[in-house]
């Protein structure tokens, strides 16, 4: 069985889900997030977007992918847009959709695009692309691509406008396991994950984009979480508990209302673990 060519567009039955305080709260400790607007319960944190939208994720891509191809697939990137920042109270209702399908050379790209809404109107729109390793599609792309975020090799020739370093914890894995909801266990299992070829336990691709997030908000966002409007990364290389990594930002744009940096983070040996990572303020 191919990929789903025909399911492209085909959007999900709306899912709901009900954001609470002790949510976003045990998402924020599981981070290490900072910001007293997520520790309080207050505000939750901006990667916490993910969290409610996984079963519409999962039936977007029911029929998409051959599946006896699905233990080849890694996360490749995560684009959100907030057009409002999601708080206790909401009662979230998302669909999804697979927008896109690509091949590579060295495998396929399939993008989904997820929408929530509350009772007010939209809040998050997200792009996910899932990677399929050594998988042809066996057909041209069609579809969307994802919104483009690429780092531009002449911004990064230039001085950051802010460095932060962060520390990942040794028991990051299970404490992000626990508040996300996803207990795959090449995070949990150091015996698993060193069968499929990973030195050990890794750290959730998703848990270090929340880390680059709050970095952001410190770093580049005046410390007001209320004003992130985007942020996009590629995952490119693991991060191991222990282990800590540092976010270069660099200023591409101020217009419009909007101010946008992009960003990069490197492992303690210089290896990069996200690229091409955007981050849009609004004024």
């Not at 520790?39 to 519409?56: C, E, N, Y």
């Not at 997820?114 to 069609?142: C, I, K, N, P």
């Not at 996803?182 to 060193?194: C, K, Q, W």
């Amino acid at each position: 069985m191919g990929f789903g060519f025909d399911r492209i567009g085909k959007w999900s039955d709306e899912l709901e889900f009900e954001v609470t305080a002790d949510r976003t709260k045990a998402y924020a400790a599981a981070t290490n997030d900072p910001i007293p607007e997520h520790r309080s319960g207050d505000l939750a944190p901006p990667v916490f977007a993910v969290v409610p939208i996984w079963d519409a994720i999962v039936a977007a891509m029911s029929g998409v992918a051959p599946a006896g191809d699905l233990l080849s697939v890694v996360h490749g990137e995560q684009d959100m847009r907030f057009h409002r920042q999601l708080t206790p109270g909401m009662v979230l209702r998302s669909r999804a959709a697979p927008v896109g399908i690509h091949p590579k050379a060295s495998g396929t790209t399939v993008v989904v695009k997820v929408e929530s809404h509350d009772q007010v109107g939209l809040v998050v729109e997200q792009y996910m692309t899932s990677f399929f390793r050594g998988v042809d599609a066996g057909a041209d792309g069609r579809g969307e691509t994802a919104p483009p975020h690429k780092l531009d090799d002449a911004v990064k020739a230039g001085e950051p406008v802010a460095v932060i370093s962060q520390k990942v914890d040794d028991d990051q894995t299970f404490r992000y396991a626990e508040a996300s909801g996803d207990h795959m266990p090449i995070h949990l299992d150091d015996d698993i994950a060193r069968s499929v070829g990973l030195p050990g336990i890794i750290v959730h691709g998703l848990c270090t984009m929340a880390f680059t997030s709050w970095g952001a908000i410190q770093a580049v966002g005046g410390e007001e979480p209320r004003k992130l409007a985007r942020l996009a990364v590629r995952f490119s290389k693991p991060v191991l508990p222990g282990q800590e990594i540092t976010t270069r930002f660099w200023a591409v744009d101020d217009a419009d209302g909007i101010s946008t940096y992009a960003y990069e983070t490197t492992n303690p040996d210089g290896d990069v673990v996200i690229k091409d990572g955007l981050v849009e303020i609004r004024s």
